[in-house]
């Protein structure tokens, strides 16, 4: 119904700026809710950011928050996570989330397969 593809991960060093963009293609992208998880090695996905469906209201888990910002392009049909002061616990697979519900959860929605994000120190 709503296929996600990841871009714009890579090796960057601590301090530095990435912004991830996420492509959606299906049917009614405007009405879903979107979003970021990640998976770094061993742990549990773990909440990035969100985004309402109008781009009205966002939020954003607390490791985050002040350097990220999410934000999203529905004549494009991408939603984005500029990521800036990027630290070495940053580092792990940012999956996108499309779900009509709100909140995002971990095991609702579509998801997308992910893009790495490495920082080194």
């Known amino acids: 119904q709503v296929r996600l593809l990841e871009s714009g991960g890579g090796l960057v060093q601590a301090g530095a700026s990435l912004r991830l963009s996420c492509a959606a293609s299906g049917r009614t992208f405007s009405s879903y809710a979107m979003g970021w998880f990640r998976q770094a090695p061993g742990k549990e996905r773990e909440f990035v950011a969100a985004?309402?469906?109008?781009?009205?209201?966002?939020n954003y888990a607390n490791s985050v928050k002040g350097r990220f910002t999410i934000s999203r392009d529905n004549a494009k049909n991408t939603v984005y996570l500029q990521m800036n002061s990027l630290k070495p616990e940053d580092t792990a697979v940012y999956h996108c989330?499309?779900?009509?519900?709100?909140?995002?959860?971990?095991?609702?929605?579509?998801w997308g397969q992910g893009t790495q994000v490495t920082v080194s120190s």
């Open positions: 989330v499309a779900d009509s519900n709100w909140p995002l959860r971990v095991g609702s929605g579509f």
């Open positions: 985004i309402t469906w109008s781009g009205g209201y966002t």
